[in-house]
């Protein structure tokens, strides 16, 4: 298994740009989230989903969107890219169920906005 | 709402040293707790996670921590560290039956050969 792959790595974008990072997992997950990293701040939930044609915000989703319509894949789309959205994004996904609550995360994707 | 705090944003150790990071959680009801490992340059990877049981959980690379409900603390130990110890330790909590997983801070520990 390949675990949980995000792409790109890396990108720059400028203020006002659009971009996808995407998100996969090869794993049957029904959960999947995404985290922003930022020094001193920790890992903030951006937006979740909890199964197939479901999302729900999590603690910072403003900027963002997402979508779940299959079990694998997971993308966060910028709208409209703000250097406040500098930041390093992680996506997580685990198992429904008790006792199943451990997230794999992803290698990331680093993100410049200027 | 569940919040976590760790107070140690930066140890400096030398090798051999004992470690022990602080993690406080605030949450009325039960909860999991997790400690998760990032070293530099790479993704979050589990370290160890508290459920249920015995309240000493045992993780990876010798790390350990102690599920203390009546002071809501979940601090990580090390008897004696390593240089390859040096990462970013997050602890992490969610309520049981909340989806959302919330982290502290980090704390980045440095060894010193």
């Known amino acids: 298994n390949a675990g949980v792959t995000q792409t790109p790595k890396f990108q720059v974008l400028k203020t006002g740009q659009s971009m996808t990072l995407q998100c996969a997992q090869d794993m049957n997950h029904e959960y999947m989230s995404w985290y922003r990293q930022d020094p001193g701040m920790g890992l903030r939930l951006i937006h979740y989903s909890v199964g197939a044609g479901i999302t729900d915000q999590g603690e910072v989703p403003n900027g963002y969107n997402v979508s779940r319509s299959t079990t694998e894949d997971f993308p966060l789309r910028l709208l409209s890219a703000a250097p406040s959205q500098t930041s390093v994004y992680f996506c997580?996904?685990?198992?429904?169920?008790?006792?199943?609550?451990?997230?794999?995360f992803g290698p990331g994707t680093r993100l410049l906005v200027l | 709402a569940q919040s976590v705090s760790q107070h140690n944003h930066h140890v400096i150790l030398s090798e051999a040293a004992s470690l022990e990071l602080g993690c406080n959680y605030s949450y009325g009801g039960t909860v999991n707790l997790f400690w998760y490992v990032q070293y530099p340059g790479q993704h979050l990877q589990l370290l160890l996670k508290?459920?249920?049981?015995?309240?000493l959980v045992k993780g990876i690379k010798g790390f350990e921590a102690e599920f203390i409900k009546s002071k809501f603390s979940f601090n990580l130990r090390k008897p004696s560290v390593q240089w390859s110890d040096t990462a970013e330790y997050f602890c992490?909590?969610?309520?049981?039956?909340?989806?959302?997983?919330?982290f502290g801070t980090g704390t980045r520990l440095t060894i010193i050969p």
């Open positions: 997580a996904s685990r198992q429904a169920g008790a006792g199943k609550e451990t997230q794999y």
């Open positions: 992490a909590v969610n309520a049981v039956g909340n989806e959302k997983l919330t």
């Open positions: 508290y459920f249920s049981g015995d309240p």
